[in-house]
């Protein structure tokens, strides 16, 4: 095996929840851009065999040549898998459905687990200097998503502020601990970003209240509230930041920048 080296100074965040629709790929487009805004270096590793995070940044599929699937087998070095996005400081790490054969084809793969781990650590990692790495995990907590959080510093879980919103971490929490106690037992829990999040309705103040009152200081002070333009800006290829720079969804999602490199000190 060749020696890993330390990433010099990257934070590996993983983006998790293993719930569908709930703004992970939104976060980490979003929280990746308004990062790089900030003179940070971001790559974006896109984990969801949908791709969403890849075509949210422009990166049409016919510009997956080389996809997040080769970079986990080792197929692939970050040379010829990272790639430019029309955000400044933001990289990405594209995939395909073929990231969906990734569970069968890692079952015979005794380090399947450490793979993306042992990816972002290689010694052609190194001339690349990155503040952060952003995973953009699947709905589910497969394999991939288990490859995530072995290969993480921290993971940010975007919760919808809805009903039951609480009841679906309790299954995210059970694999937490399965990775810290196996693989990765320094895993911490960055914190949890409440999504969606609609003023003027009880039930998004009700389940706010509820989260901060269970979770405590795990739970981000900024809130991303429910706005249209952050669903609008993918389909024209862009961050909520270019797409429209002075919306809500914007702001919020630089205060969620902001908090995160306050905690850089
Ligand atoms: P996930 O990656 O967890 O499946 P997405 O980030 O793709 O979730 O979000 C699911 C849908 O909700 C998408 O259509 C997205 O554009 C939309 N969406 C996400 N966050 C917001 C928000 N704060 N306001 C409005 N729409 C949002
Ligand atoms: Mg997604």
Redesign the pocket.
Known sequence: MPDLIALRSAKILAVA?Q?????????AINLGAALAESGRKVLLIDL?PQG?ASTGLGIPAEEREVTTYDFVLGDAGPTEAIQDTNVKNLKIIPATTDLSSADIALIANEKRSFLLHDALRGPDMEPFEFDYILI?CP?SLNILTVNAMVAAHSIVV?LQTEFFALEGLSQLMLTLREVRQTANKDLRIEGVIL???DRRNNLSQQVEADARDNLKDLVFKTV?????R??EA?SFAMPVLDYDSGSR?ASAYRDLAAELIARER
């Open positions: 929840n719930k569908g629709g709930v703004g992970k790929t939104t976060t969801d969403n953009d709905p975007p999504t969606m999040y991303i509230p429910r706005n249209v952050l669903s993918p969804g």
